[in-house]
């Protein structure tokens, strides 16, 4: 057996907080989410699914915090560069169905460093991203 | 538009009590273990990772209250059945991946139908049993 | 976008030379391995398919190195515990196909921590620990 | 048992050759990459992920490389051809996940065959394949 655990990047408490920072703004704006928060090697680490938000926002919660570590980028970051006529087009495809790029992702950064990332899904954009802001302003 | 949302069988609030009545259970035994609640449907409503609980032990959380709901069971019920000379051998081959046929995985129950179940998932299965037990028991 | 990267586990110079003693240790035995090294989340750092390894052996390695950071432990502690008559038979099916439980997975560890872990494949499994303990002893 | 082993179509050495000269580059540049090698049967050989590049980019390098063996070209001919106006616009939906349809990935050509490909990913396309084309260089 190995002398020690794996190095984690976020704590379970770091990650509720971000979490309900981010419901109590869903709260606010009338708009129940699924969120997720992932650690630094995009593995999750906290997840709820709001009463209302939608079922198939649960992976995109998911895949939007993961792309957010996968790209070290916002996801609305890649959402131009992605579009019919961007430089990537396609990169959405080339990843076997675990990216998301469009907003509501966003990296969770302390010291210079990505520890962990937000991911928002079942609003609007707008929404999503809103609540994911909140959330990563809690950490 | 439909004139509805989708029937929700288990809240966040729910959730949460079951997550935190087993996590309190993890922590007076002194093993840290992922956690995931699901509805009736199958599909998550809230995740924690407790910290030095296994990356691994994520999807097994997930899949063992998936397979609680699945089969209207909990998971222990199948480990028998399912072993090399058991009459559903190869169940766990049967479902892409998604099955855990091991204890862990307890339904939640209310006036005698399925709302949900628990998946946990880290320490022995002796140990997963005992906190699954203890988050069913909160709900 | 955000003010830092992601957090670095292990460095592609650390995994370099796990892997060239790992290559180094498998040249000597006479039998040519994949192996493959990830960081603390599980993600690949680096792979090398030596001369005449095994095509299919790519995965299992990348598979063990997943596997020892997953369940932060050997492979080959998780092969009696999942065997047909084990407490936890059924493991290797519950987590889509990413879990390789016999030998030749092993955490690579600094400080009491999980950094990373190293896989191989292609050979016997006393040849693949064998050549993947001489990698982690080169971390 | 068969009397010989799989046709080898790159050697280990020659892959590392091409990593090198492709982080080089990288280095040069000022941009750290995902590289990605695989063989004619377009299998992973080796891969390094470079200090400071993405994990995302694990899978699209390796992709980036897979495609350009899959299709006989490099990725950046598939970019114009696979747009929403192109004439296999939907290409990248096709292949299960495994297609990169824009530059990085290029074939490694010797004596009129290709023996294998180099994906590169992490910058922007243009410095993707300027590193890629770095390191097809060094075949």
Redesign the interface.
């Known amino acids: 057996?190995?002398?020690?655990?794996?190095?984690?990047?976020i704590?379970?408490e770091e990650?509720?907080r971000v979490i309900d920072a981010a419901a109590a703004k869903a709260t606010e704006i009338g708009q129940p989410m699924d969120i997720a928060v992932v650690?630094?090697?995009?593995?999750?680490?906290?997840?709820?699914?709001?009463?209302?938000a939608n079922?198939g926002s649960?992976t995109i919660a998911v895949n939007k915090a993961y792309?957010a570590?996968?790209?070290?980028?916002?996801t609305a970051?890649l959402q131009g560069v992605t579009r019919?006529?961007g430089?990537?087009?396609?990169?959405s495809?080339?990843?076997?169905?675990r990216?998301a790029v469009f907003p509501g992702g966003?990296?969770l950064?302390?010291?210079?460093?990505?520890?962990g990332a937000v991911g928002v899904s079942t609003g609007t954009i707008e929404q999503d991203q809103e609540v994911a802001s909140a959330g990563a302003a809690a950490y």
């Open positions: 057996m190995p002398q020690g655990s794996v190095l984690e990047t704590t379970a990650a509720r650690d630094a090697g995009g593995n999750l680490k906290a997840h709820v699914r709001m009463d209302g079922i649960i792309t570590i996968a790209f070290q980028c916002e970051d019919p006529d430089p990537i087009f396609g990169l495809d080339a990843h076997g169905g990216l966003i990296p950064v302390r010291d210079g460093s990505i520890m």
